[in-house]
């Protein structure tokens, strides 16, 4: 079964195809980033607007690279949620006209749900059960993963997620949009330890979050004397080294807490060099396996989107009705 993927939720137009039985067949992204840089943030109206114009385009040429037709497709998922309502809306119109006017089934998909099980692209791949840490600009969660659509919340962020701690730190630094990719590398080339900054709620006993209070802490530190290249890169590092302390502690307790071999980093802030390395290094003296997704999949994405949508698809019963759902918890989703 060939499925058609259409990922719309914010400020990238994916489209891919997937095969249940050859897998991924082709793939095509659109990013908005120099859409909203003038902005110095996503305007959801232009985000709506761009997602129209790149629909047809995108859709022709992944057909064209998989050397298919509108007529091999036998299913299309999209992104019914959380996201951008209108980006959103914008996704569904597209999948469930297709779908009609092709007479095969649709299936929205939960956003989180595509970066979760986007680790199952790559080889090797997790099997079930596994712990997963989902970590990007809006989510920072962990997840104990029994099976599709079996997933039990073990903690959370209670404030801002790490994607978005590291946005807004970069923009006290004075670092252009996107802020997250242009702070790591801004760390890569600093020293940590000059400055110390908290690493927020490492000790709390629980499996929760918060980065709020350290965004603060280097909008402090960076007040109490003037910056300069140097500074810059060690603040940076150091916001950088206490994110990736707590993402890493926190995960590793996890899988020390249910007992699984296996952690899945989906998200992102999964494509941080930092924490890729880091987390690896604290698995492995655990006793545990991290898997990642490919780089290509670490950012929003018609493939996950597919791919979670043909999983939907096989088992479904009744046709999908039309909508989208802004928020929408990723433990209300039932079993596939």
């Known amino acids: 079964m060939i499925v058609l993927g259409i990922e719309s939720s ?77 980006a959103l809306l914008v996704g569904a119109g597209a999948a469930h006209g297709l779908a009609f006017a092709l007479g095969v089934p649709v299936v929205g998909v939960h956003h989180l749900e595509g970066h979760l099980l986007s680790p199952l692209l790559s080889d090797p791949k997790p099997d079930f059960p596994f712990v997963a840490l989902l970590v990007s600009g809006g989510h920072t969660q962990l ?24 946005d807004k730190t970069a923009k006290l630094l004075g670092l252009a949009y996107p802020g997250g990719p242009a702070l790591s590398r801004l760390a890569d080339t600093g020293t940590p330890g000059r400055f110390k900054l908290p690493r927020p709620k490492l000790t709390s006993g629980d499996l929760d979050f918060s980065f709020s209070g350290l965004k603060t802490a280097v909008l402090l530190a960076s007040k109490a004397a003037p910056l300069d290249d140097r500074g810059r890169a060690d603040l940076a590092a150091e ?26 980093v989906a998200g992102g802030v999964g494509a941080n060099r930092q924490l890729r390395e880091r987390l ?15 780089l290509e999949f670490c950012t929003d994405n018609g493939a996950m989107i597919a791919f979670a949508g043909a999983m939907r698809l096989k088992a479904m019963r009744e046709p999908g009705a039309f909508g989208v759902q802004p928020r929408w918890e990723l433990s209300a989703l039932a079993p596939a």
């Open 143 to 166: 997840m104990h993963v029994m099976g599709i659509g079996r997933y039990e919340l073990l903690g959370e962020t209670v404030d801002d997620a790490a994607g978005e701690a590291f």
């Open 280 to 294: 690896t290094q604290a698995a492995g003296a655990a006793g545990c396996q991290v898997f990642y997704p490919k």
């Open 10 to 86: 914010c400020d990238e137009t994916g489209i891919a195809l997937y095969d249940t039985g050859r897998g991924l067949l082709s793939h095509a992204l659109h990013s908005q980033v120099d859409l909203h840089a003038a902005y110095g943030g996503v305007v959801p109206e232009l985000a709506s607007r761009d997602h129209i114009r790149r629909f047809l385009p995108l859709t022709r040429q992944t057909l064209a690279e998989a050397g298919a037709s509108l007529a091999d497709i036998a299913g299309v998922a999209y992104t019914e949620g959380p996201g951008l309502p209108g």
């Open 239 to 264: 916001f950088q080294q206490a994110v990736t302390d707590v993402l890493v502690t926190k995960t590793i307790a996890a899988a020390r807490q249910t007992g699984a071999r296996q952690i899945v």
